[in-house]
């Protein structure tokens, strides 16, 4: 689960402990959506160079929601 060449095939979330359909687009679930503020908060992620540096699977769940991590100037 750290290799670089991961890819997201979709999400899963729950509901009364039952998991919904697969969306294979997160964003699509809004910014409401406990799952996509759990896949922006979660990591340990820098922003180096212009480019999203960190574990790789953290990288991949970043990008899938499309955020953006600002730094301090």
């Known amino acids: 689960m750290t290799e670089g060449n991961l890819d997201l095939a979709g999400v899963c979330e729950t509901t009364n402990a039952q998991f919904s359909d697969m969306v294979s687009d997160p964003k699509v679930l809004g910014l409401g959506s406990v799952l996509v503020h ?3 908060t979660c990591h340990s992620l820098i922003n180096f160079k ?3 540096t960190g574990n790789p699977l953290d990288v991949k769940l970043f990008e899938a ?3 953006v991590i600002h730094g301090n100037k």
């Open 38 to 40: 759990a896949m922006a």
């Open 50 to 52: 212009g480019e999203l």
């Open 65 to 67: 929601i499309q955020w």
